[in-house]
C-alpha cells in the first residue's frame, strides 16, 4: 500500500478536524508542558553548577589531586590560587573518595560560609552554626560510602581561650557514628578514609582523638581492634590465593572440557607467623693474607763471631737462647699477632603469608572419565599448582543442565527499600528525567485514549447507520414482497390495466424491449 506524506498530513489534520475543541485545548496543553518540560530539563542538564572541592592547595598537592580526578574521569575546574572546582552533584562522592587516598594534606576540606549571619549575630553563635554546618558536611561526605546507611557526626571544639596555660588546653575530639547496611562490614581503608576525613576537616584535630563506632557500639578505628581488622586481611589473602589457583586450573582445562565443563575448589593454608632472626657467618682467609687486628714484636740481639768462622749470623727460632764460652750468641725474640676471619651478618625478615599446605577438588562434566584419564588429570593439576597428586581429588560426574532460579530476600523493608534507593542512586537530575518520562508517558496515555474514544464513537455510529438500513432494506423488502393492492368490484378492463402496471414495474426491461419491438 502506498502512502504519500501528503496523505499523512491530510489524515492528520482530518483527525483534528474532527476532535472537539476542549479535546483540542487539552491535547495542545499536555504538548506545550512536555516542551517546556523538555526546554527546562535540557538548560538544568547543560548547566553544570561547579562548587569549590579544596582551596589552598599546594602546587604539588593540587597536582596530586588533579591527576587522581583525570584517573577517575571527572570533569574539574582550576583557578590559580589553588582552587580546585567539581560538579555539585559529585563534590560528597569525591571528598569521601579521595579522604581514603589521604586528601588533603595541606589544608582543610571545606570551605565553610555563614550566609545567614547579620550584625546582630554574635561570635558565638557564628561559631556553633560554622560547626553545625561543618557536622552536617562530614555526614552527607560519609553517607557516599557504599554501604553506609546513616551516620552522625558530632564535634567537640573548645573556645580559643589565650588565657589558658598550654598544657591545661582541652583538645578538640570528633565522634562517628555508623548505621551500615544488613551484612556489610567497612574495610580498614574505608575506616581510615573516614578518620582522615573527619581529622583534616577540623583545625587542631588529630587522628587519634577521632572515634569511629557502629550501631553496635563497636569501635571501628581503635589500636586494639587490630585483631578485627586483621582477621579480615587474613581471610581477603586467602580468598585472593585461592582465586588465583582456581583461575590457574581452570584456564588449564577449560580448552578440554569447556567454560562450563569444569568446577575447581582451592583450599590453601597460610602461615600469617611474622619471624625475625639474626644470622652470622664466619669464613676463613683466603691465602696467606689477612686482616692483622693487633701486633706485638720484641726483638734483642748480641753475639761473638770466631774469626777463622764465615756465614750468616745463625737465626734461633728458639727465644731467650744463652750460651757461657766465648764462641756465644745470645737472641731473644717475641711476636704475637691477631687475624680477622671474613664474617657475615644476615637479618632475615620473615612477614608471613607463607603457603604451608594447599589441597584442590576438581569436578569434571563427564561420567565416563577412566581411571587412568582421573590420574592424568590430577597430575596435571597438581603440577599446576605445584603440589602433590595425593593433595588433589577429581571426580567426573554429569552436570545438571537445567538450573534452579535463585530466590533473593529483600536484607531491609521495602520502605527502607524506596529511601535508600531515592537517596543512593538518584541525583536531582535522574528525578527530573523520570518526572519529564512520567508527563510524556501520561500525555502518550490521554492521547491513545482520546483516539481510542474517538474510533470506538464512530465505529458504533458506523454500526448504527448499518443496522438502520438494514432496518430499511427489511422493511422495503417485506413491502416489495407483498400481494399487489385488491380493489373491490374492479371491471375487467381495471383489473387488466392493474395486472400491466404491477407486470411493468417488475420487469422494466422486457417491457422496454417489447415496446421497443413494437416501435419498429
Do not use: C, H
Request: proline share 2%; aromatic share 6%.
Amino acid at each position: 500500500m502506498n502512502i504519500s506524506i501528503s496523505g499523512i498530513f491530510k489524515q492528520i489534520s482530518a483527525f483534528f478536524g474532527k476532535l472537539e475543541k476542549k479535546t483540542k485545548i487539552i491535547m495542545f496543553s499536555f504538548a506545550g508542558i512536555i516542551i517546556v518540560g523538555a526546554v527546562i530539563l535540557s538548560m538544568i542538564l547543560n548547566n553544570t553548577s561547579y562548587v569549590v572541592l579544596y582551596s589552598g592547595l599546594s602546587s604539588a598537592e593540587g597536582g596530586e589531586v588533579i591527576s587522581q580526578l583525570d584517573t577517575m574521569g571527572i570533569t574539574y575546574k582550576t583557578e590559580s590560587d589553588g582552587t580546585i572546582l567539581v560538579s555539585s552533584s559529585n563534590v560528597a562522592t569525591l571528598k569521601m573518595q579521595l579522604a581514603a587516598e589521604g586528601y588533603p594534606k595541606s589544608t582543610l576540606s571545606y570551605d565553610l560560609f555563614l550566609n545567614q549571619s547579620d550584625l546582630l549575630t554574635t561570635d558565638y553563635e557564628k561559631k556553633q552554626v560554622l560547626i553545625f554546618q561543618l557536622q552536617e558536611r562530614l555526614q552527607e561526605s560519609i553517607m557516599t560510602l557504599q554501604g553506609v546507611q546513616n551516620a552522625i557526626v558530632t564535634l567537640s571544639i573548645p573556645e580559643n581561650n589565650s588565657y589558658v596555660l598550654k598544657n591545661e588546653q582541652i583538645e578538640t575530639t570528633a565522634s562517628v557514628i555508623l548505621n551500615l547496611y544488613t551484612n556489610i562490614r567497612l574495610t580498614t581503608k574505608q575506616i581510615s578514609g573516614i578518620e582522615l576525613l573527619v581529622a583534616n576537616s577540623v583545625p587542631g584535630l588529630k587522628s587519634a582523638n577521632v572515634v569511629i563506632i557502629n550501631s553496635d557500639g563497636q569501635q571501628l578505628n581503635n589500636s586494639s581492634n587490630d585483631d578485627y581488622t586483621g582477621v579480615d586481611l587474613k581471610i581477603q589473602t586467602i580468598a585472593i590465593i585461592n582465586k588465583v589457583f582456581e583461575d590457574k586450573i581452570k584456564t588449564l582445562l577449560e580448552p578440554v572440557f569447556g567454560k562450563n565443563g569444569i568446577s575447581i575448589a582451592v583450599n590453601v593454608t597460610v602461615d600469617f607467623k611474622v619471624i625475625s632472626s639474626q644470622e652470622t657467618v664466619y669464613t676463613p682467609v683466603i691465602g696467606d693474607d689477612g686482616i692483622i687486628t693487633w701486633v706485638e714484636r720484641t726483638k734483642n740481639g748480641t753475639g761473638f763471631i770466631e774469626s777463622n768462622t764465615s756465614g750468616d749470623i745463625p737465626i734461633y727460632e728458639e727465644s731467650n737462647v744463652s750460651t757461657e764460652t766465648n764462641n756465644t750468641y745470645d737472641y731473644s725474640e717475641n711476636y704475637s699477632a691477631q687475624y680477622l676471619v671474613n664474617q657475615l651478618i644476615r637479618q632475615i625478615q620473615d612477614n608471613g603469608g607463607n603457603i604451608t599446605d594447599m589441597t584442590v577438588a576438581a569436578v569434571i562434566n563427564n561420567k565416563d572419565l577412566s581411571n587412568d584419564d582421573v590420574e592424568m588429570y590430577k597430575e596435571l593439576i597438581a603440577k599446576s599448582a605445584g603440589i602433590s597428586t595425593d593433595k588433589v581429588v577429581l571426580i567426573g560426574v554429569e552436570f545438571m543442565t537445567s538450573s534452579v532460579p535463585e530466590v533473593s530476600y529483600p536484607s531491609e523493608s521495602s520502605e527502607d527499600g524506596i529511601i535508600s534507593i531515592l537517596n543512593f542512586n538518584l541525583g536531582m537530575n535522574e528525578i527530573i528525567m523520570i518526572g519529564g518520562g512520567l508527563v510524556l508517558l501520561i500525555f502518550i496515555i490521554i492521547i491513545i485514549g482520546l483516539i481510542s474514544s474517538r474510533s470506538k464513537k464512530r465505529k458504533l455510529k458506523i454500526a448504527e447507520e448499518a443496522k438502520i438500513k438494514a432496518r430499511e432494506e427489511s422493511e422495503r423488502t417485506k413491502q416489495e414482497n407483498m400481494p399487489g393492492e385488491i380493489i373491490l368490484n374492479e371491471t375487467r378492463e381495471q383489473a387488466l390495466k392493474r395486472q400491466v402496471k404491477e407486470f411493468t414495474a417488475g420487469n422494466a426491461e422486457t417491457v422496454a424491449q417489447l415496446l421497443r419491438v413494437w416501435i419498429k
